[in-house]
Every structure is written in structure tokens, then in C-alpha cells.
């Protein structure tokens, strides 16, 4: 009888431990994720897991400070901005911090299993008159690589008669356009863009598939065809 009943208290005794030392494993995680941040947590793309907010704050310092943006423009033109050219820098204005208090420390087990993914767009600063003038030496405003969009027409091909000429989208940049276009960029640390369907080319006013230039197709191929015979 006491054999069973002393079975039964080691058996609760090591219930009881074994619960004591899960539950301080807890809590021991709990402090530790009040000031780390959990898991799979990415901020602006870095991986900041189990880091600090001091900790995060001098990565995201390093990185502004070696950042460059690769741009890929059409006809396979390519250029880069590093960070000295338009003087950038990273400022924390708080919002690790404020990342950091959105953080519940008692679900860091959910952390565990799942990724979380935050933006940081109005820490980095630069100076926007050397990025506007940074412009004349990049290569898409080069004139041997500025080509004019030319717009969709109705010609005569021979063999063919009268058809459509497509149009072409060329390659000229809006500065205005790309400047908004390559701040968006650079605020948000991308590392690279591409120019081709971001809106900053100028295109072509009249195209392939315009009501007018279908009708006037039509009227041409009309004309084309008439016969006119002369009696004399």
C-alpha cells in the first residue's frame, strides 16, 4: 500500500517539476521577446531575429549606408545609385521601437511557426537637389540613348497596299515622372526597379488600334480600290 502510494507521489512530484520548468521556459522566452523581436521577422527585407531594437536600428544604419539601386531601363540600358551620391542616410525616427511594441512577448510560440514582414518607409533621408541633378549623368538621359516614341500611321507597303504602321514606345523618360518614380524606390530601400512599365517613358499619342486610324485605313483601302474607267 505504501509502495503505490509513494509510486503516486513521485509520479506528481515529477508532474509538478515538469510543469515548473515548462512554465519558467515560458516566461523566460516571454522576457527575452519583450525586448527581441521574434522568429522569422523581416524588416525593409533584412532578417532581424532575435535582435534588438538597438541591434536593429545599427543594421538598418549599415545597410542605408551601403545601399545602391540598380535601374534597368529598355534597350538593355542600365545605371545604379549608391548612397554617397545622393547623400543617404538612416535616421531612427522610432518606428523599430513602434514595431518592436506591436509585439505581443506572450504569443512568442505563434512566432515560431509563422513569418512577419514590416516596412519602414520615413527612416532614410537624402538630399533630393543632388539626386535631380544626378539625372544629366545617368545614362537613360544620355542622347545616344534617348530615342522619340513615333506614332502608329497608315502607309503604302509595296506588295501589301495600304496597311497600319505600328507604333513605337522609344525610350524617353518623363524626369518628373522618374524622379517620383526613383524616390518611391530609394525610401523604400528597393535594390533594384524596372523602368519599362513604371509610366515614366513618354509614348505615343496616336496607336495601332485608334478608332481614327482603323477608319482611315478604311477609307484609304476604299479609294485603293476604285476603278475608274475613261471613254474617249
Known amino acids: 500500500m505504501k509502495k503505490g502510494r509513494t509510486s503516486h507521489k513521485v509520479l506528481l512530484c515529477t508532474l509538478l517539476v515538469s510543469f515548473a520548468l515548462i512554465l519558467l521556459t515560458y ?18 527585407g533584412i532578417d532581424v531575429s532575435c535582435k534588438t531594437t538597438e541591434q536593429v536600428n545599427e543594421i538598418l544604419t549599415n545597410e542605408t549606408n551601403n545601399y545602391s539601386l540598380t535601374i534597368y531601363g529598355r534597350n538593355e ?19 523599430v ?3 518592436m511594441e506591436q509585439q505581443n512577448a506572450f504569443l512568442w510560440i505563434t512566432g515560431a511557426f509563422r513569418a512577419d514582414t514590416s516596412t519602414i518607409t520615413n527612416s532614410v533621408t537624402y538630399d533630393e537637389q543632388a539626386l535631380d541633378a544626378l539625372c544629366d549623368s545617368l545614362a537613360f538621359f544620355q542622347k545616344e ?24 514606345h522609344g525610350a524617353t523618360l518623363k524626369r518628373k515622372d522618374f524622379l517620383t518614380y526613383i524616390h518611391d524606390a530609394i525610401i523604400s530601400l528597393e535594390p533594384e526597379v524596372t523602368l519599362d512599365n513604371s509610366g515614366c517613358y513618354k ?13 482611315l485605313l478604311e477609307t484609304a483601302k476604299t479609294y485603293a480600290s476604285t476603278q475608274l474607267t475613261y471613254q474617249f
Open 77 to 95: 540600358v542600365t545605371d545604379s545609385i549608391t548612397a554617397q551620391d545622393i547623400m543617404l542616410t538612416y535616421t531612427s525616427d522610432g518606428s
Open 203 to 215: 509614348t505615343p499619342t496616336i496607336t495601332s488600334d485608334s478608332e481614327e486610324l482603323v477608319s
Open 97 to 99: 521601437e513602434d514595431t
Open 145 to 168: 540613348n534617348i530615342v522619340s516614341p513615333t506614332n502608329a500611321t497608315v502607309a503604302y507597303l509595296e506588295n501589301e497596299g495600304y496597311s497600319i504602321v505600328s507604333e513605337s
Open 27 to 44: 516566461l523566460g522566452f516571454v522576457f527575452y521577446f519583450s525586448n527581441h523581436f521574434f522568429f522569422h521577422t523581416e524588416i525593409n
